[in-house]
């Protein structure tokens, strides 16, 4: 079996105490997510809506489980009976939606807002100027089931590491105004969910909380 324990602890070792692993398991079985949590990790990431709930079907019931692709709205009812966080909301249409569903079934769903930063077009994410204005409108104020810990980001897929660093340094700076503005005596806002596999080192010293880390433990995904 792929070296998961070891691949595990390589990258905990390497992390602050203060920065959280989202271990991101998507596309791998679940005997791999039962290596890393036999180790004690107990969040995980998945991408779509039908594998994360085959897999908490079966995987344990302390796992935590993060939300972090691309989620239609059709889809929010099934994820949050048991979803910990949706770490990719980027419009008030979605927020409105895991708001509802989350009030259904009585629960209060952490949610993260993700920004675009990097160059590609094709990403998904609210420009900075589109998250004031989801921000300024102010109907978030009045959702109950959701808690807005903080934002959620992708660096531009590029080997130029300047580049990658100028993008979390943006990021990181954009949550301090958007901390001040809107969210200063709120103690939920305090997540900066950026550093992937490749760039996660770089993230934390841009004062990520909270790394999604994948290959690095768990290999190469098999789509
Ligand atoms: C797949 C994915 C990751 C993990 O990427 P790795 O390079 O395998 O670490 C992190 N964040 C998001 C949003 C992803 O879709």
Redesign the pocket.
Known sequence: MYPVKENLHRVLDTLPAHVRL?A?S?YHPADYIMAAYEEGQRVF?E?HEQEIRTKHETLPKDIEWHF??HLQTNKVKYIVPYITMI??VDSLRLLREIDKQAARVDRVVKVLLELHIAEEATKYGLSKEDCMMLLDDGEWRQMKHVSICGL?M?ASLTDDEQQIAREFQEAADFFDVVKQRYFHDDPQFCER?WG???D?QLAVGHRSTMV???????GP?VY
Not at 212 to 218: E, L, S
């Open positions: 989202v991101i998507k990431g991408s972090i692709g770490e990719a959620m992708m969910s992937m596999s490749d996660y999604r880390i994948g290959t690095a433990i768990f995904r």
